[in-house]
T-cell receptor, first 113, second 115 residues
Framework: DQQVKQNSPSLSVQEGRISILNCDYTNSMFDYFLWYKKYPAEGPTFLISISSIKDKNEDGRFTVFLNKSAKHLSLHIVPSQPGDSAVYFC????????????FGSGTRLSIRP | EPEVTQTPSHQVTQMGQEVILRCVPISNHLYFYWYRQILGQKVEFLVSFYNNEISEKSEIFDDQFSVERPDGSNFTLKIRSTKLEDSAMYFCASIPFRVSAGELFFGEGSRLTVL
């Protein structure tokens, strides 16, 4: 049951360019969406979120876009920096749910010099 | 900055043995979670816990799993009889209030290796 899908297991981007990570979801009951970043041997850390009433949320170099009709969201990182190399997880949750967030399978982003 | 702490960082056990993973959530948080990540796979929800009882659990969280908050600070995950497929990284997380548009605060994880 893959309610949150990240179809690209890896992505390589040159430093300074834009990184675009994509995520699709199937459950129309999701009300908010999050991106987490994970380094090896560490827990996921929150990056940015967006609620279903918005189509864009920006925080510094990070922007999340939500297309509800397509059930698609994306994370843009610009400009990409070496420290951005990590695994990025898309996640989604619903206000109707008691508590849980569902994660995608992750995309490994590598920023090359 | 307050953080979620987990112990042990790595545990190796024999199949069939009981394992207890411990977590100290952030002190003013009310909701607690266990997630796990099998190597190279997605982070999977196991269970959420609020007001001293399970709020929600996944299909993975069968009778072999249990959680408790024995003393108001620790939050434990017990696996009664470990199987090879329980080998994974187990993450504890907490949040101050009911999950909304805010984030879960994750610990660094406990790696469980079942031989």
């Amino acid at each position: 049951d893959q309610q949150v899908k990240q179809n690209s297991p890896s992505l390589s981007v040159q430093e300074g360019r834009i990184s675009i990570l994509n995520c699709d979801y199937t459950n129309s009951m999701f009300d908010y969406f999050l991106w987490y970043k994970k380094y090896p041997a560490e827990g996921p850390t929150f990056l940015i979120s967006i609620s279903s009433i918005k189509d864009k949320n920006e925080d510094g170099r990070f922007t999340v876009f939500l297309n509800k009709s397509a059930k698609h969201l994306s994370l843009h990182i610009v400009p990409s920096q070496p420290g951005d190399s990590a695994v990025y997880f898309c996640a989604a949750g619903g206000y109707s749910s008691a508590s849980k967030i569902i994660f995608g399978s992750g995309t490994r982003l590598s920023i090359r010099p | 900055e307050p953080e979620v702490t987990q112990t042990p960082s790595h545990q190796v056990t024999q199949m069939g043995q009981e394992v207890i993973l411990r977590c100290v959530p952030i002190s003013n948080h009310l909701y607690f979670y266990w997630y796990r990540q099998i190597l190279g796979q997605k982070v999977e929800f196991l269970v959420s816990f609020y007001n001293n009882e399970i709020s929600e659990k996944s299909e993975i969280f069968d009778d072999q799993f249990s959680v408790e908050r024995p003393d108001g600070s620790n939050f434990t995950l017990k696996i009664r009889s470990t199987k090879l497929e329980d080998s994974a990284m187990y993450f504890c997380a907490s949040i101050p209030f009911r999950v909304s548009a805010g984030e879960l605060f994750f610990g660094e994880g406990s790696r469980l290796t079942v031989l």
